[in-house]
């Protein structure tokens, strides 16, 4: 169950009915889509597990603050764009 894209996925619903009642000319087209997006979103979301949160790096290793580059965490300096690493001790 992958919650953020259910709730996404009722909210395009919900969004496409708004349009759908408006009979706004050009806006009242996307209420199509909107509808079809938003329920393959509800419909998918309860087979896909759940997301996992922010990726860590692996042991020994740290990300460059600046970069994003995988360095190992008693380095100074990343090797990548040289940027001195913030230390928090
Ligand atoms: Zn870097």
Redesign the pocket.
Known sequence: MRSQLFVAGVMLIVLAVIFFALQLPLVFFWSVPFGIAGLIMVAVAPFLSESEGPVKPPEGYAF??????L?PSDAVR?S????KQPRES
């Open positions: 460059c603050a600046f970069c994003g580059n360095i990343c990548l764009c040289n940027g």
